[in-house]
């Protein structure tokens, strides 16, 4: 069992930055595909970015050149860089871990981003 523990959400202004960071308790971390999803009440969750074993990253179309997925695997743990902050990014944000057969094996239980207008 995987235990994923993410930090750094909060609230911003319009226009701001946050960093998420989360945190995998298996030394075989390197070893899984990584993701960061946001959900709103009374939405489906959405997959905001990905990032494989070897770095190949991925972006939905609505944080492209806004946010940066990345992952430091001696520190077991994969961050999201979220810049130009808008209202409508406001929402938990949760990180994944898994694998081919499995993509969203492990879930984090989540971190409240809050994006004032």
């Known amino acids: 069992q995987v235990q994923l523990m993410e930090s750094g959400g909060g609230l911003v202004q319009a226009g701001g930055s946050l960093r998420l960071s989360c945190e995998a308790s298996?030394?075989?971390?390197?070893?899984?595909?990584m993701g960061w999803h946001r959900q709103v009440p009374g939405n489906q969750r959405e997959l905001v970015a990905s990032?494989?074993?070897?770095?190949?990253?991925n972006y939905t179309n609505s944080v492209k050149g806004r946010f940066t997925i990345s992952r430091d695997n001696a520190k077991n743990t994969v961050y999201l860089q979220m810049n130009s902050l808008k209202p409508e990014d406001t929402a938990v944000y949760s990180c994944?871990?898994?694998?081919?057969?499995?993509?969203?094996?492990?879930w984090g239980q989540g971190t409240q981003v809050t994006v004032s207008s």
């Open positions: 298996s030394r075989l971390f390197r070893t899984y595909n």
């Open positions: 994944s871990a898994g694998w081919g057969s499995r993509p969203y094996a492990y």
């Open positions: 990032i494989t074993t070897s770095g190949s990253t």
